[in-house]
Structure formats: C-alpha cells, structure tokens
C-alpha cells in the first residue's frame, strides 16, 4: 500500500492566494520523503491538508488509504506531526507532557510512562525529564515534540524543519533516529525543510517545490542524470600535457567537467602516459542544492 497518494490536490485561500497547485504524488512505506523548497513555497500548506487541518479547494488525497479531509480522525491515529515551533505545555515536565499526550492516545500510565522513558533516553533528554518544560532550551522543546510525536507509534511521520534550533549532537541523535525508524520499522518519514544540503544527508527521495508547484521528484541520481547531467573533475598535478579538458584554478589545480565518471579513469592515464605528475584527483557530482537553483532558473526562464 502506498503511504501518500494525492491526485492534482491544490489549495487556494480566500483572497485569492494559490497556495498549492496540481500537486500530484506517490510515496511508498518506509521512505523518507525530502519535500524541499523555502518559506512559502507551498510544505506546510501540504502538510495540513495531508493531516486533515485543511480542506483541500482541487483534487485528493490518501494516507495510509484514508482521506484526511473524510477522516481527519483516523489519519491523526496513524500520523505524528512535528512543527518548527514545538507547542505543550510549560507547567508540566518532560516526563508529563509526554504521558499526558500519551493518555489522549488512550495509554495507561504503564505504557505511557514506559514509552516516555524510552524515547527520552533516546534523545538524551532523560536526564531533564523531571524539569518543567518552561526551564528547556529551544533544542530541548524541539526533540520533546518529536519524542511526543512518536508516542503513539505513529505509521506516519510529518516533519516540518525538526532540526530546528538543535546542537549539531541532538540533530544527529534525530536524524538516528528517524533513519532507524523507516529502515527497521518501515515508518514512512515526510519532512519539509528548506536546508537542502541536510536534505540531502538523510532523505532518500526528494520533491522539490517553488511557489506552490512541484518542479520535480526523484532520487538524488535521478534528479542529477535529468537536470545537470555529467560530473566535475578537480586535479592536483604538475606538468599537465596539452590538450586536456581542464582550466587552471592555481595553486597547481585544475578543474574541468565530464560526461560520466568512466571518463575520469581515461584522463588519469593520460597524464600518467604523457609524464604528468599526478597528486590528487577528486570527483563531484551535482548537490541537491545546485539542482534545485538550476530547476527554479529554468522555470523562471520558461514564463
């Protein structure tokens, strides 16, 4: 069964804004679904409607086979969601905020606590667990709203920037996190983020979205082979022979672009053959940044 389906799902808000345009999309169990542009392209519109806070003004959708705008109930029962500025409540510790969302689950105090416990050791805020949640950092709030979204041992997971205000330390702790949860427990992750770079880190398929329309999914080879196709050699030599696919960039390197990475061994041995000294020889292929920079200018040049 496919995690997410939708079929031309839009939204228009009063006034007249189009928010979300013709978004149509499949997503398998146990993805991790990078849905990536900036602020105000279009993710957390997305987000609400696949969650059922928003009704949708074109097309459907399904998760986990329900309709969120039929059947906000049971998505919500399947799906945890964890937004930029987490929200609980500050009276209360680590600990009881976790178990409180807990019994909303329909836990008792047994499982709720046992699970609290668990996740908090999980993303070293056990030790904080008794401190009220006005006394936590930002980063701290952040991995308890996570934890609090896995309390329910949610099928679904929608991330909007969970990395959020973190140390580098607690945002690897998540992205372990996360990873193991779709690798061993075939959780399907969707997580909105405008770092595409961290995007690129962790997800393994990507949709990119501008101004509330889809430019493009794949994986990052997909992505690469269609929009900026081939790969960029970057050598360090000295006596370079003429005649070779590279510029100078000094300092004794040289860089130039080629076809695929077969290519690379052939170069090699020919500076080798004709008596160049070789140190070092680096391949790179497209980030995911640069494709989404090179998709967003071909759109702008196509209006």
């Known amino acids: 069964m496919h995690a997410i389906i939708t079929t031309g799902l839009g939204k228009t808000y009063p006034g007249g804004k189009e928010a979300l345009k013709d978004l149509s999309l499949q997503l398998d169990e146990g993805e991790v679904f990078g849905f990536l542009g900036p602020n105000g392209a279009g993710k957390t519109t997305a987000v609400k409607l696949l969650t059922g806070m928003l009704n949708p003004t074109a097309g459907s959708a399904l998760v986990m086979g329900h309709d969120p705008e039929k059947d906000p109930e049971r998505v919500h029962a399947l799906c945890g969601v964890v937004t930029e500025n987490a929200r609980m409540y500050d009276h209360l510790s680590g600990l009881e905020n976790l178990m409180f969302y807990g019994a909303l689950y329909g836990q008792n105090s047994f499982e ?3 699970r609290a416990d668990m996740l908090l050791a999980g993303l070293a805020l056990h030790d904080a667990k008794d401190k009220k949640l006005g006394a936590y950092s930002t ?4 991995k308890l709203s996570f934890a609090r979204a896995l ?3 949610p099928r679904m997971l929608f991330l909007d920037e969970p990395t959020s205000g973190m140390d580098p330390e607690s945002g690897i702790k998540v992205n372990q996190m996360i990873t193991r949860l779709a690798k061993e427990e075939g959780v ?3 997580l909105c983020t405008h770092q595409l770079r961290y995007a690129q880190d962790i997800c393994t398929r990507f949709g990119l979205i501008s101004e509330g329309a ?3 999914t794949g994986t990052l080879p997909e992505l690469q082979n269609a929009v900026l196709p081939g790969i960029r050699v970057r050598i360090r030599a000295d006596k370079l022979p003429a005649g ?3 510029q100078e960039a000094g300092n004794g390197v040289f860089e130039g672009s080629l076809g695929e990475e077969g290519e690379v061994a052939d170069l090699v041995r020919k500076i080798v053959l004709q008596g160049g000294d070789l140190y070092r020889v680096e391949v790179e292929k497209p980030s995911l940044e ?3 920079f090179a998709l967003t200018r071909n759109r702008e040049a196509a209006k």
Do not use: N
């Open 112 to 114: 709720s606590r046992e």
């Open 244 to 246: 070779l696919p590279l």
């Open 290 to 292: 640069e494709i989404y």
């Open 151 to 153: 309390m329910h041992r």
């Open 139 to 142: 980063g701290m709030r952040q």
């Open 188 to 190: 399907t992750v969707f």
């Open 214 to 216: 889809m430019l493009m």
